[in-house]
């Protein structure tokens, strides 16, 4: 017995000229003007996008995230607000998760992970890293955990 | 000249109270009491799936894995079965493939990559990891590959 | 306000045999025979795809890329044709992009981001390895970067 939940395009509020591709699962979100977002997308409630940010395909944006405007979020992006703190998953308990603010003008490579972060303007993740911690410095930063490689 | 097919959920043998999001591919597998399984998944035939163990977004759950009770497969986690042991993809011959086996209470991190090993209970795999190895004991474990960093 | 898009299969060009899995989206591409292309797929404009390939679940082929005959390409594989190499995306700007060329014979493993790059024939990748410079050599390559772990 089980119960099938098709939720598609839930609750958004959008700004202008938003662009959406299917299939996705967006609810309960705020996307600014010209956003455009990828297939095979989820975006959860409460995130908010900034004016001219890109979310490519397969990414997942969990809740507690904000990103900026004029940012980039590559192919198979992952957000994070439950780092298993007490060794496992918070499950229902938002008091457990943490949040990830992403500046304006940040780029995130394809398969990049997130952990709850803070994130400066002006960044660029390379592919395949993993971002464990705060960063507070514009830049080039790429590995995992990933470190800064260089000045913009 | 192509053959479009679309499964979505075909011969899926459910627990009570399950809960899937659509688009999905559930074929032939078998979900616990309670499961939850979140949008853009797959899970191919032969797949056990325990009690109350959660598969978010955009996962991969291939044949001859097998999952406890209690787990959280997070979001983009990918199941291998075929590890091109003779240099390349094994193709339909299933001989050459190997199995997964999760225990209970063990939560994988989003955009983990899983090859063909055993999970003992209780064991937490860091967001972004490569786990190459079978893991025999309960822990904290990160990177690529996957190595033990504290106890939980 | 915003506009959604529901492309599935558009003006692709297919060779015999194709079997393409739902949900996908697939737009100006070029299958050759028996290719497969597994659920939750994106490939873009202009990329051919050799005969006999297979194309798994949760991959993203973009535009530039050309895959030779007999590869497989695993599970949440992420092609990638801008660098950001002026310190954020290229946008509509494909001068600024760069193609990538796979041989044939090639296995990339799943959780694999593959920057804009050249590899030869009969190359496998492990799983969760992101490749960054151009391959040669016939071989095993893993690892963040990828590098030769073993002849094939």
């Known amino acids: 017995m089980y119960q099938e939940k098709n939720i598609g395009i839930r609750e958004v509020t959008f700004g202008s000229n938003v662009i959406i591709m ?11 003007d010209d956003v455009f977002v990828g297939p ?11 004016d001219r940010t890109k979310v ?4 997942f944006v969990c809740e507690l995230v904000t990103i900026g405007d004029d940012c980039f979020i590559g192919h198979g992006v992952m957000f994070i607000n439950d780092t298993f703190s007490e060794g496992g998953p918070a499950g229902g308990d938002r008091m457990k998760w943490k949040a990830t603010r992403i500046g304006n003008h ?18 660029v993740i390379g592919a395949g890293s993993v971002v464990t911690k705060d960063i507070s410095e514009a830049g080039v930063y790429a590995g995992n955990p990933a470190k800064k490689i260089r000045d913009l």
């Not at 095979?40 to 900034?50: D, K, R, Y």
């Not at 995130?108 to 960044?123: C, E, F, H, K, Y």
């Open 40 to 50: 095979f997308v989820e975006i959860q409630q409460g995130v908010v996008i900034g």
């Open 106 to 123: 940040v780029s995130i490579g394809s398969n990049v992970t997130i952990l709850p972060v803070q994130i400066a303007d002006r960044v």
């Open 56 to 59: 490519q395909s397969h990414s």
């Open 22 to 32: 299917q299939p996705c699962n967006l609810y309960e979100c705020e996307l600014g």
